[in-house]
């Protein structure tokens, strides 16, 4: 830094002076001995002290004051509590909805210079005053999926790109193993089925991945879906290529598809909620008893609300890429409630019922009511590994059937 101060020093002399050809060579050879941008290289050189006479100071910095305090910061972190803790691009254009939902249920009281300052924060402000909130340890699981050969040339492939995105109904459905690690004997598995043109998401437990207990809870979830499906995608495990759900589509008229081997992306939509919605509220635990099955499906009957009138999903727009950068481009962040009641495709009439029953929920209530149930859901786990450590196995869901 000395040696580029003395340059600097040395050409501004004679820069100054130039005529504007030989500035423009003086320049060149400036920005290559010092690396400077050029920009920044001709202020330099405009600006420096004369031979002999100290360099400017630069005047401080002023701070600015704090715009946001303590009661900006409690309130945000009790909005951002009950979401489930999203980021700030998710969050800061819900902002709006979320805090007149909890003030309408009185789970939040603000003064109107809070509340102000609360809906203008940016996404960027959000994530920076959360920063220390944030740190979480991640897990992963294992794979469990085995493929099915039964039928598979009677269900045909369908990639990411040949998604229909716009109208509701075209669904992507996928089971969550609660193995614990562990791949032997039967476990719990978690049915998850996902729209893929409004994000709405359904799950139920089942015992096993039996094919009977599989299709009894896709019927169930298809039976309470705010819209008509139209088609069924899943990976290629048998407990989905197989004869009754394939006879259960063609009576039925859906359309169903399959994704290719070993490519995940096909299925990415529900991919993502297996994380998101499954894994983040239940964990990686082996589930494998009666009790277990029957709390995990009781977070699931809240779950269900909770995410999908309050948990602001972001769907990929479009993806260019420039050598070996992917630039990625987002919608507007909305719930799956939102962009149902923006689909021309959902009628009047379910809209409405859909509007109804958003107005007599309490998000706060719902997530306190999720924690509750997870609660249960860790005690009686952590009871039944007791058990286990004694050699007194729980009844195992196998010995039901």
């Given at each position: 830094?000395?040696?580029?101060?003395?340059?600097?020093?040395?050409?501004?002399?004679?820069y100054k002076r130039a005529t504007k050809k030989e500035k423009r060579l003086i320049l060149d050879e400036f920005v290559a001995t010092t690396g400077y941008n050029r920009s920044?290289?001709?202020?330099?050189?405009?600006?420096?002290?004369?031979?002999?006479?100290?360099?400017?100071?630069?005047?401080?910095?002023?701070?600015?004051?704090?715009?946001?305090?303590?009661?900006?910061?409690?309130?945000?972190?009790?909005?951002?509590?009950?979401?489930?803790?999203?980021?700030?691009?998710?969050?800061?254009?819900?902002?709006?909805?979320?805090?007149?939902?909890?003030?309408?249920?009185?789970?939040?009281?603000?003064?109107?210079?809070?509340?102000?300052?609360?809906?203008?924060?940016?996404?960027?402000?959000?994530?920076?005053?959360?920063?220390?909130?944030?740190?979480?340890?991640?897990?992963?699981?294992?794979?469990?999926?085995?493929?099915?050969t039964l039928l598979k040339h009677q269900v045909p492939i369908r990639t990411f790109s040949e998604h229909d995105q716009e109208i509701p109904g075209f669904l992507e459905i996928?089971?969550?193993?609660?193995?614990?690690?562990?791949?032997?004997?039967?476990?719990?598995?978690?049915?998850?089925?996902?729209?893929?043109?409004?994000?709405?998401?359904?799950?139920?437990?089942?015992?096993?991945?039996?094919?009977?207990?599989?299709?009894?809870?896709?019927?169930?979830?298809?039976?309470?879906?705010?819209?008509?499906?139209?088609?069924?995608?899943?990976?290629?495990?048998?407990?989905?290529?197989?004869?009754?759900?394939?006879?259960?589509?063609?009576?039925?008229?859906?359309?169903?598809?399959?994704?290719?081997?070993?490519?995940?992306?096909?299925?990415?939509?529900?991919?993502?909620?297996?994380?998101?919605?499954?894994?983040?509220?239940?964990?990686?635990?082996?589930?494998?008893?009666?009790?277990?099955?029957?709390?995990?499906?009781?977070?699931?009957?809240?779950?269900?609300?909770?995410?999908?009138?309050?948990?602001?999903?972001?769907?990929?727009?479009?993806?260019?890429?420039?050598?070996?950068?992917?630039?990625?481009?987002?919608?507007?962040?909305?719930?799956?409630?939102?962009?149902?009641?923006?689909?021309?495709?959902?009628?009047?009439?379910?809209?409405?019922?859909?509007?109804?029953?958003?107005?007599?929920?309490?998000?706060?209530?719902?997530?306190?009511?999720?924690?509750?149930?997870?609660?249960?859901?860790?005690?009686?786990?952590?009871?039944?590994?007791?058990?286990?450590?004694?050699?007194?196995?729980?009844?195992?869901?196998?010995?039901?059937?």
């Amino acid at each position: 830094m000395h040696q580029k101060n003395a340059i600097t020093k040395e050409l501004a002399a004679r820069y100054k002076r130039a005529t504007k050809k030989e500035k423009r060579l003086i320049l060149d050879e400036f920005v290559a001995t010092t690396g400077y941008n050029r920009s920044y290289a001709a202020w330099a050189l405009r600006n420096a002290p004369k031979p002999g006479q100290p360099a400017k100071k630069q005047k401080p910095r002023q701070s600015r004051s704090r715009k946001y305090g303590a009661e900006e910061f409690g309130a945000l972190r009790k909005v951002w509590a009950v979401l489930s803790m999203p980021c700030g691009k998710r969050l800061a254009p819900y902002m709006e909805e979320i805090v007149a939902v909890l003030e309408r249920c009185a789970e939040l009281e603000l003064d109107p210079a809070v509340r102000d300052n609360l809906l203008s924060m940016s996404a960027a402000t959000i994530d920076r005053m959360l920063a220390q909130e944030r740190k979480r340890i991640r897990l992963k699981g294992r794979k469990g999926t085995k493929p099915g050969t039964l039928l598979k040339h009677q269900v045909p492939i369908r990639t990411f790109s040949e998604h229909d995105q716009e109208i509701p109904g075209f669904l992507e459905i996928d089971l969550v193993g609660h193995e614990g690690g562990n791949l032997r004997g039967d476990f719990a598995q978690t049915l998850d089925v996902t729209d893929i043109a409004s994000t709405w998401t359904e799950t139920r437990a089942v015992r096993n991945k039996a094919q009977k207990w599989v299709f009894a809870a896709l019927s169930i979830i298809l039976g309470r879906l705010p819209f008509e499906a139209a088609g069924i995608d899943s990976d290629n495990g048998g407990e989905f290529i197989n004869a009754h759900l394939v006879r259960f589509c063609k009576e039925n008229k859906l359309a169903f598809t399959r994704s290719r081997p070993y490519r995940k992306n096909d299925n990415c939509f529900v991919e993502q909620k297996n994380w998101t919605v499954v894994r983040k509220t239940v964990g990686y635990a082996r589930y494998d008893t009666e009790e277990e099955l029957k709390i995990l499906n009781q977070i699931y009957k809240h779950l269900r609300l909770y995410t999908n009138y309050f948990q602001p999903t972001m769907k990929l727009v479009s993806k260019t890429r420039n050598g070996a950068k992917v630039t990625k481009k987002y919608d507007t962040p909305r719930t799956p409630y939102q962009r149902l009641l923006e689909s021309p495709a959902i009628s009047k009439e379910a809209k409405k019922t859909l509007k109804v029953e958003y107005e007599t929920l309490n998000p706060a209530l719902l997530k306190r009511q999720i924690i509750k149930l997870q609660g249960r859901l860790y005690t009686v786990n952590v009871n039944k590994m007791k058990a286990v450590g004694k050699e007194e196995k729980p009844q195992s869901l196998s010995s039901r059937f």
